[in-house]
């Protein structure tokens, strides 16, 4: 099984999109195929034996064409640059011609029109363009609608309009049949004609709308560097002396190339590095404005951009396994997918078509039995009004172009969201389960208390704090262990002493000689073993610190404890703010950790939480979550929707089994593909915005849905003409067709209006 997406132009509605699906689906092997009108990206589920011919084809019997090149998005955006300008095109020479046409057509209202101008032989020389040449696309998509037994927006307008010419065509040769009929020989060419104009200037606008929403995408691609500066080293890839350096364009950068960066240029790939340091603005990925110092054997991520200092990288991640291309990838995957709230707006559509023709065939024949004389004129402009005035594009942008819209913030936001469906569920969202390690916490132990003993003088006369630091840091620098790695950053700024007769004791800490003072570190234990003379004020503040959570480091100076460090791995600044907001927005928080009771309510407390799952192994985890979906909450009596916010390999269950997965994008790659939401950075603050982003995005979606369904309920059956009998008002159909464009736009526009929301 195969999950493939590429891309289609040439669609025009929301009804495009379901009838090339359909005809997917028929090609033998496909399993499921979905596609997104508003991304105009085509998502199918089949074998691993169909070919993409075989997609291709079936595709372009509809009139459509799909997209399976490497460079797919450079030839999209060629193609509908191009269609947009033949669409301009067509909008000016129709508008005009149209125009015309009703000035021709109303010689009693435009009087200043020489009589000569009104012959209905040249008002159909100015419509016959209009019709089949402006309105060519309608033709050939109804033609292959129907050789594949389906039909669309398209359909519609070809039928109505075609109506309304051939009628003024046949009244044109034959206006003596007409007369004897009792009716009146009248033309609308004009109808016709301003119809199609109007359709079409309604498509050129909501085509450069829609420009507009998948601009995130744009901008992610617009970050990437164009080229990288290679260093020639020897290698048959390149010709030269070994050691000079040539820039090449970044798709010839291949993994092991040793790459230069200089000061102020963008990093080309991801990879490590090998020589020199620098710092370097990593906002884009992470969100954070200050630079990130990196020295040898550090991580640097392509297309951020180095701010000082030059140095050399190997490349280790190159085209589409580089960070930006998976942000991008993840960000066009979510916009092509579909929400669930959008199945019922792809039913109606479904059926939406064969509906509006079968009601305006009704009522034709309900005006041209029962209407008022010229009744045969009344039934076709209903019959026309209705066809016209029709509109399940409307409906098919509801969803998409928020969804597009929403997505795409959320990426600028550093907030990536895999698919749609995560983005419908995080609003309803009522408990929240956060991992400690990395997630709450910076996931390093540091430093957070050092304390000397009050009456340090006597044991070291000539003593000052920096001196016994540098005595803790030289012993520390010898030991591995992750919290002598924590002292020895905190005291990185000390001297380095001589050091003799080191001692790792395993389970217990470190001893040796720094200047001849004999110093011994480690904890509560190693000073009973080697009877170290306590000190009462330290003791004191170590059974407050362990209360705390925090572990604890005596230090011992010729057999007399002088000294104690509390270590700890402390909360991310935005932890705390972030519980807060979330219990505001009437969110249960938990906190699970696989340490003690007593230490994960220490963090906890810090954090304002109360609920402390403690004791917890790694494979427990997704069990817990399990048991918190179906258990009531305090907001919520119903079992519950739960969102998991972990990093690390061990959290991967649990971001799989909850409703909405959300994994730091400092964490692990298993975590961060797992997840269906994605946090750059270290931002927890962000777990809030990505749940006001979805609230906000089903807002504009409902609100866009209600107003596509309310918009046909109410103008359909005035275009049939319910409202003549009270009041003798019909729907013109030029009005109709105007009606038809601005409901698109508006629900366009509405999805718009999401870019400029905060969240």
């Given at each position: 099984m195969k999950k493939r997406s590429f891309l289609i132009t040439g669609m025009h509605c929301a009804s495009c999109a379901s009838n090339i699906a359909r005809v997917l689906k028929r090609v033998p092997g496909v399993i499921d195929a979905n596609v997104n009108y508003a991304s105009e990206q085509a998502s199918v589920e089949c074998d691993i034996n169909v070919s993409n011919d075989k997609l291709k084809d079936a595709v372009s019997s509809l009139g459509y064409a799909a997209h399976f090149e490497e460079n797919a998005e450079n030839v999209v955006e060629k193609e509908k640059k191009k269609e947009l300008l033949e669409l301009k095109e067509k909008v000016v020479i129709s508008g005009f011609l149209s125009i015309l046409l009703v000035l021709f057509s109303f010689p009693e209202i435009f009087s200043f029109v020489p009589q000569v101008l009104n012959s209905y032989f040249l008002l159909l020389i100015l419509a016959t363009p209009v019709q089949f040449w402006a309105g060519r696309s309608f033709y050939q998509a109804t033609i292959s609608?129907?050789?594949?037994?389906?039909?669309?927006?398209?359909?519609?307008?070809?039928?109505?309009?075609?109506?309304?010419?051939?009628?003024?065509?046949?009244?044109?040769?034959?206006?003596?049949?007409?007369?004897?009929t009792g009716e009146m020989a009248g033309v609308y060419f004009d109808t016709a004609s301003v119809i199609i104009t109007l359709i079409l200037l309604g498509r050129y606008l909501e085509a450069k709308a829609k420009a507009q929403t998948s601009s995130a995408i744009k901008k992610l691609l617009e970050l990437s560097a164009k080229t990288a500066r290679v260093v020639r080293n020897g290698s048959p890839r390149f010709a030269g002396e070994a050691g000079s350096e040539i820039d090449i364009p970044i798709d010839q950068v291949v993994a092991g190339d040793v790459l230069r960066v200089r000061p102020g240029e963008k990093i080309p790939v991801d990879g490590e590095i090998i020589e020199g340091d620098s710092s370097i603005d990593e906002s884009m990925v992470t969100g954070e404005s200050i630079p990130v110092e990196k020295k040898q054997g550090d991580q640097v991520i392509g297309s951020t951009i180095n701010k000082s200092g030059s140095f050399l990288f190997k490349a280790e991640k190159v085209g589409k396994e580089t960070l930006l291309s998976q942000i991008i990838e993840m960000v066009k995957s979510a916009q092509g997918s579909k929400a669930p709230i959008q199945r019922l707006a792809d039913v109606i559509s479904s059926y939406f078509v064969p509906i509006v023709i079968i009601l305006s065939v009704i009522t034709f024949i309900i005006w041209f039995d029962f209407g008022p004389?010229?009744?045969?004129?009344?039934?076709?402009l209903n019959f026309i009004a209705v066809l016209i005035i029709a509109c399940p594009c409307a409906l098919g942008l509801a969803t998409p172009t928020a969804i597009m819209v929403g997505t795409g913030k959320g990426a600028e936001s550093g907030i990536l969201i895999k698919d749609a469906q995560s983005l419908e569920i995080a609003n309803k969202i009522k408990t929240v389960v956060f991992d400690k390690t990395g997630t709450l916490t910076l996931g390093q132990p540091v430093v957070t208390n050092f304390d000397l003993m009050e009456e340090i003088e006597k044991v070291l006369p000539?003593?000052?704090?920096?001196?016994?630091?540098?005595?803790?840091?030289?012993?520390?620098k010898n030991s591995e262990h992750p919290l002598s790695l924590a002292v020895v950053e905190y005291a990185k700024n000390s001297k380095t002493l001589t050091v003799s007769d080191f001692k790792a004791i395993e389970g217990y800490g470190i001893s040796g000689k720094v200047n001849n003072y004999s110093v011994v570190i480690g904890n509560k234990k190693l000073m009973e073993k080697v009877k170290i003379i306590k000190c009462a004020e330290l003791d004191k503040k170590a059974q407050q610190y362990a209360q705390e959570g925090k572990s604890l480091a005596y230090v011992a100076i010729n057999k007399k404890h002088v000294a104690l460090l509390a270590i700890a791995d402390t909360l991310k600044p935005t932890a705390k703010s972030t519980v807060e907001k979330l219990k505001l927005l009437g969110i249960e928080v938990f906190m699970i950790t696989g340490d003690n009771q007593e230490t994960a309510k220490a963090i906890a407390s810090q954090a304002g939480i109360t609920n402390v799952m403690a004791h917890v192994l790694p494979a427990d985890k997704a069990n817990k979550v399990k048991e918190l979906k179906l258990k009531?909450?305090?907001?919520?009596?119903?079992?519950?929707?739960?969102?998991?916010?972990?990093?690390?390999?061990?959290?991967?269950p649990a971001l799989a089994i909850?409703?909405?997965?959300?994994?730091?994008?400092?964490?692990?790659?298993?975590?961060?593909e797992t997840a269906s939401i994605t946090i750059l950075g270290r931002d927890l603050n962000k777990v809030v915005q990505a749940i006001n982003l979805s609230k906000?995005?089903?807002?504009?979606?409902?609100?866009?849905?209600?107003?596509?369904?309310?918009y046909n309920m109410v103008l359909i059956p005035v275009a049939m003409g319910v409202l003549y009998p009270l009041t003798g008002l019909l729907l013109n159909p030029m009005l109709a067709a105007f009606a038809m464009a601005a409901s698109s736009l508006s629900v366009v526009g509405n999805s718009l209006l999401l870019k400029r929301r905060s969240i």
């Amino acid at each position: 099984m195969k999950k493939r997406s590429f891309l289609i132009t040439g669609m025009h509605c929301a009804s495009c999109a379901s009838n090339i699906a359909r005809v997917l689906k028929r090609v033998p092997g496909v399993i499921d195929a979905n596609v997104n009108y508003a991304s105009e990206q085509a998502s199918v589920e089949c074998d691993i034996n169909v070919s993409n011919d075989k997609l291709k084809d079936a595709v372009s019997s509809l009139g459509y064409a799909a997209h399976f090149e490497e460079n797919a998005e450079n030839v999209v955006e060629k193609e509908k640059k191009k269609e947009l300008l033949e669409l301009k095109e067509k909008v000016v020479i129709s508008g005009f011609l149209s125009i015309l046409l009703v000035l021709f057509s109303f010689p009693e209202i435009f009087s200043f029109v020489p009589q000569v101008l009104n012959s209905y032989f040249l008002l159909l020389i100015l419509a016959t363009p209009v019709q089949f040449w402006a309105g060519r696309s309608f033709y050939q998509a109804t033609i292959s609608s129907l050789k594949n037994r389906t039909a669309g927006m398209d359909t519609l307008i070809a039928i109505g309009t075609s109506a309304a010419y051939f009628y003024s065509l046949f009244v044109t040769f034959f206006p003596d049949v007409i007369s004897q009929t009792g009716e009146m020989a009248g033309v609308y060419f004009d109808t016709a004609s301003v119809i199609i104009t109007l359709i079409l200037l309604g498509r050129y606008l909501e085509a450069k709308a829609k420009a507009q929403t998948s601009s995130a995408i744009k901008k992610l691609l617009e970050l990437s560097a164009k080229t990288a500066r290679v260093v020639r080293n020897g290698s048959p890839r390149f010709a030269g002396e070994a050691g000079s350096e040539i820039d090449i364009p970044i798709d010839q950068v291949v993994a092991g190339d040793v790459l230069r960066v200089r000061p102020g240029e963008k990093i080309p790939v991801d990879g490590e590095i090998i020589e020199g340091d620098s710092s370097i603005d990593e906002s884009m990925v992470t969100g954070e404005s200050i630079p990130v110092e990196k020295k040898q054997g550090d991580q640097v991520i392509g297309s951020t951009i180095n701010k000082s200092g030059s140095f050399l990288f190997k490349a280790e991640k190159v085209g589409k396994e580089t960070l930006l291309s998976q942000i991008i990838e993840m960000v066009k995957s979510a916009q092509g997918s579909k929400a669930p709230i959008q199945r019922l707006a792809d039913v109606i559509s479904s059926y939406f078509v064969p509906i509006v023709i079968i009601l305006s065939v009704i009522t034709f024949i309900i005006w041209f039995d029962f209407g008022p004389a010229p009744s045969f004129i009344f039934a076709l402009l209903n019959f026309i009004a209705v066809l016209i005035i029709a509109c399940p594009c409307a409906l098919g942008l509801a969803t998409p172009t928020a969804i597009m819209v929403g997505t795409g913030k959320g990426a600028e936001s550093g907030i990536l969201i895999k698919d749609a469906q995560s983005l419908e569920i995080a609003n309803k969202i009522k408990t929240v389960v956060f991992d400690k390690t990395g997630t709450l916490t910076l996931g390093q132990p540091v430093v957070t208390n050092f304390d000397l003993m009050e009456e340090i003088e006597k044991v070291l006369p000539k003593y000052t704090s920096s001196f016994i630091l540098s005595l803790i840091y030289s012993l520390e620098k010898n030991s591995e262990h992750p919290l002598s790695l924590a002292v020895v950053e905190y005291a990185k700024n000390s001297k380095t002493l001589t050091v003799s007769d080191f001692k790792a004791i395993e389970g217990y800490g470190i001893s040796g000689k720094v200047n001849n003072y004999s110093v011994v570190i480690g904890n509560k234990k190693l000073m009973e073993k080697v009877k170290i003379i306590k000190c009462a004020e330290l003791d004191k503040k170590a059974q407050q610190y362990a209360q705390e959570g925090k572990s604890l480091a005596y230090v011992a100076i010729n057999k007399k404890h002088v000294a104690l460090l509390a270590i700890a791995d402390t909360l991310k600044p935005t932890a705390k703010s972030t519980v807060e907001k979330l219990k505001l927005l009437g969110i249960e928080v938990f906190m699970i950790t696989g340490d003690n009771q007593e230490t994960a309510k220490a963090i906890a407390s810090q954090a304002g939480i109360t609920n402390v799952m403690a004791h917890v192994l790694p494979a427990d985890k997704a069990n817990k979550v399990k048991e918190l979906k179906l258990k009531p909450t305090t907001y919520n009596l119903k079992p519950n929707l739960v969102a998991f916010v972990g990093d690390g390999i061990n959290d991967a269950p649990a971001l799989a089994i909850s409703d909405v997965g959300i994994a730091m994008g400092t964490g692990t790659d298993v975590a961060i593909e797992t997840a269906s939401i994605t946090i750059l950075g270290r931002d927890l603050n962000k777990v809030v915005q990505a749940i006001n982003l979805s609230k906000k995005t089903m807002f504009t979606i409902k609100s866009n849905l209600f107003f596509a369904f309310f918009y046909n309920m109410v103008l359909i059956p005035v275009a049939m003409g319910v409202l003549y009998p009270l009041t003798g008002l019909l729907l013109n159909p030029m009005l109709a067709a105007f009606a038809m464009a601005a409901s698109s736009l508006s629900v366009v526009g509405n999805s718009l209006l999401l870019k400029r929301r905060s969240i």
